[in-house]
């Protein structure tokens, strides 16, 4: 029985670990061979390892454009076409707007907002190239669709990445690229980057109780409830889907 998404070609930025590895061997699984793309080299070789012949890792910083375009080159010189985006790699600041730096600020946005922006832009390119009708899939979060007093800087990325994913789907739609654009939004997900935020706030059992409780059922996501939502996105199950939020947060935002 061939994979959901059999044949195709999917990046998958930030893959060296957390939801980005989960995605990249949920894709795999599937059927499709995967870039593994990370600034982390040792990580994102240890996952195309892990995976086996349908991956390859290269190493990627999603803010420096020509990264971008000497790895989608080398993607479509190595695979020969490239069907699927994620643009899923991240960061976040624990701070409040009176306590974030212009520092954290613009890391953030280049990050989250910029590393979205090239990846989009480098991708459509790639994508027309080979013909592809293919699937972009940016990962936004909740704090995109409601604000968060304690992370402004990421809120304001992630809400940047909503409605960018909506002005590259209308795009693509109107110039009949056949290329989809949509957006995915976790609540807190059992991740590297949520330890992270656990330990910041202070006691880590205490912190992920806490941010347990924010979520309506009751309990943190797994990495792979957000791979199967882009694994349908990645899909032609999803084929009329562009401009979308796909939302995976536990009730959060019914709230």
């Not at 070609?9 to 989960?22: E, F």
């Not at 600041?93 to 954290?104: N, P, W, Y």
């Amino acid at each position: 029985m061939a994979g959901r998404v059999e044949g195709k070609v999917a990046l998958v930025t930030g893959a060296a670990s957390g939801l980005g590895k989960a995605m990249a061997v949920m894709l795999a699984r599937e059927g499709a061979r995967v870039a593994i793309t990370d600034r982390n080299e040792e990580g994102a070789r240890e996952v195309a390892q892990a995976i086996g012949a349908s991956a390859r890792a290269w190493t990627l910083d999603v803010t420096r454009e020509e990264d971008w375009g000497r790895v989608v080159d080398e993607v479509l010189s190595t695979f020969g076409r490239l069907d699927v985006l994620v643009n899923n790699a991240g960061v976040g600041a624990v701070a409040d707007i009176e306590s974030t730096t212009l520092e954290q600020w613009r890391f953030v946005h280049a990050v989250n907002v910029d590393g979205v922006f090239l990846g989009c832009k480098h991708g459509i390119r790639a994508m027309r190239q080979c013909g592809a009708k293919g699937s972009i899939i940016n990962i936004s979060s909740v704090a995109g669709l409601v604000g968060v007093a304690e992370f402004p800087a990421y809120s304001s990325s992630k809400g940047a990445v909503r409605l960018l994913s909506k002005s590259v789907a209308l795009h693509c739609a109107y110039k009949g690229y056949g290329i989809r654009c949509n957006s995915v939004h976790p609540s807190f997900i059992e991740t590297p980057m949520v330890d992270k935020l656990a330990t910041a706030m202070g006691d880590p059992q205490a912190s992920r109780a806490k941010l347990a409780r924010k979520i309506p059922l009751g309990a943190l996501g797994e990495p792979d409830d957000i791979a199967y939502a882009v694994l349908y996105l990645a899909s032609d199950e999803s084929k009329m889907m562009t401009g979308s939020e796909f939302v995976v947060d536990g009730g959060t935002t019914a709230t």
